[in-house]
């Protein structure tokens, strides 16, 4: 079956710039989850979708980070007025449900700052 | 001190080596405990998942949890060119996400 797809693949852009990544979480996973992975670094949690609770946004490292998800479909993460800094990896991954449920992963949006 | 460690390697062994990698953690309240292999420019995919302290075994895969000691190790058998890959360690939060090491980079030539 498909599995999380993650849109674009690649993303530059110029530092002031929004912008906007997309995930697709595997169908009937009520948990989704973003995180970002710097190069040489391990994944760091932004953000966390659990059906239809109110998010764990606790990640999220500044106000220019927001995120939101459709009921159980589709997510968005969105980064304002980008800094070089926020150049990473941004790793999408869902669940059947929270806890100790395993993962699964999208390939990732590259994310370059400029 | 950060809640999981993870020597970052990179970590270079001939095919058919004996692999041992590790991690440390300092939550005792962590009760899963999960290895994740991530090739280059992919997502990371869940290797081995285990919950209680021993050994579990999975072909040339064994996941080790010492949780008196709060340690666990990946040991790969003969390993193969395609387990060159980024193997990171992880641990969920109750409720809510994973918390990972920083990965540790294995290299295995031919």
């Known amino acids: 079956g498909a599995g999380v797809s993650q849109s674009p693949s690649n993303k530059v852009t110029e530092k002031g710039k929004d912008v906007e990544l997309r995930c697709d979480p595997i169908s009937g996973h009520t948990a989704l989850y973003w995180y970002r992975q710097r190069l040489g670094q391990g994944l760091e949690f932004l953000i966390y979708f659990q059906g239809n609770s109110a998010p764990d946004k606790s990640g999220l490292p500044s106000d220019r980070f927001s995120a939101e998800r459709t009921g159980e479909s589709v997510s968005t993460l969105t980064i304002q007025r980008t800094q070089q800094e926020d150049s990473a990896v941004y790793l999408c991954a869902s669940s059947l449900g929270p806890g100790g449920e395993t993962q699964y992963f999208g390939p990732g949006t590259r994310l370059l700052v400029l | 001190q950060k809640e999981v460690e993870q020597d970052p390697g990179p970590l270079s062994v001939p095919e058919g080596a004996i692999v041992s990698l590790n991690c440390t953690y300092s939550?005792?309240?962590?009760?899963?405990f999960m290895w994740y292999r991530q090739y280059s420019r992919k997502g990371p995919e869940l290797l081995m998942y285990?919950?209680?302290?021993g050994n579990k075994e999975d072909g040339r895969f064994t996941a080790q949890v010492d949780k008196s000691s709060k340690y666990i190790s990946l040991f790969i058998r003969d390993s193969q060119p395609s387990d060159s890959a980024t193997y990171l360690c992880?641990?969920?939060?109750?409720?809510?996400?994973?918390?990972f090491g920083k990965g540790t980079t294995l290299s295995v030539s031919s």
């Open positions: 992880a641990m969920p939060q109750a409720g809510t996400a994973l918390i």
């Open positions: 285990t919950y209680s302290s």
């Open positions: 939550n005792s309240a962590f009760q899963y």
